[in-house]
């Protein structure tokens, strides 16, 4: 690791790379900030709420989920869902939004399989699909014979968006928070599909809501609310014109009411478990994992090659990653001791990920500026704390260029004319 040169000099001074891992000592990363009693998740996550005990909210739904009458959720479920046939006629039963993920694969098995429904699977690609993500998408069309479209927004509004979505909202993925949201919606207006179905429950992953008080209104502005954060309208920059933004827009109220569009979460009917779901979609379907930058686990956000650069951005931010987030869900579920946690977060939450350089090459932005950045958005409880950057110990197992461009690569390569010497070109 003594070879190792922060590839930042000139950094914000509250930011610190250490080199030295015989020294350090898990613990909880950051003492001055207060965390669940239970589990890992600090003060600084969005949302969330501790009660008298100092118990987060997620914990408190990890528990609810134990005694909530699986059988009685099940049967509304179904019930939803034949009505929405009955009611769909020679239509689309429902729209599945997906990604290829393996939460989009289990939610195709539940509902073609199980459920015998006919899904409309709609897919906002962000256009960062990691080659893996790539074939996990494509196998589970074939899996499951759906029909599907997909929006892909170009390269060129892509690589625009991701430089102002740091500075506007402090990750690089405004462009996929907000396509992700309206995409599915536009598309149940203009197929007049009502029935939206997307998979975990909002009680797994954030204080906004909890398995006994879940979110059943639907709210066509979810996602501007919980992960965009601004509209389209507040993205407009220079280069980032109102119309270039269109396709980042919700449908309006009207539209929404005049299809009838709902939503609902599959995790609000059956019991969720990540791990065995993953097993199952995996020794079932083919479904593959992969290294996935920032966390120890390989199946969350495995279609993209950006999570490890989003996850950075909010440990800068708010002083926690992906491994803090997993660790809690693992500490819940009895397979992971706090001490044990409190290590996963510290060899994972704060290493510097590969895909930043991916970031910085279509942002022009160098990782000075990244850094500067980010200490904008640093929250408050953080101010003047030192927040340690590591470097990753090895390269990733995949290499994080999205899919397409490295496929564009290799054909062009293999079927390239050689390219004649120089001096040969200045002949006649
Ligand atoms: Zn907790």
Redesign the pocket.
Known sequence: MSSFKPPFQGRPSTFTVYTDEKNAHADKPFPKLQY?V??C?PQTQEGVVFDELG??Q??QSAEQKIHIDWAERERDLRATLEAAKAQAGNNYDCIIPISGGKDSTFQLHVLTKIYGMKPLAVTFSHNWYSETGWYNLQNSLEQFNVDHIMFTPNRSLVNRIAKHSLAGIGDSCWHCHAGVGAFPLQAAVRFNIPLLVWGESIAESSGRASYKNPVRKFDREYFTKVSAKLRPDQMVRDDLSERDLYPFNVPSAEECERVGVYGIHLGDYIFWDDERQTEFVRDVYGWRETQIEGSYKRYKSAECIMPGVHDYANYLKRGYGRATFHS?VDV?AGLLSRDEAWQLIRDNDGVRPEGLDYYLKITGMTEEEFHATMEGHRRPELKNVVIPIYPKSSPNEEKLVPHPQQLIEKVQAETAVPQAPADDKAGP
Request: glycine share 0%; aromatic share 0%; proline share 0%.
């Open positions: 669940c239970r589990c998740v118990v987060c997620a914990c809690s819940r």
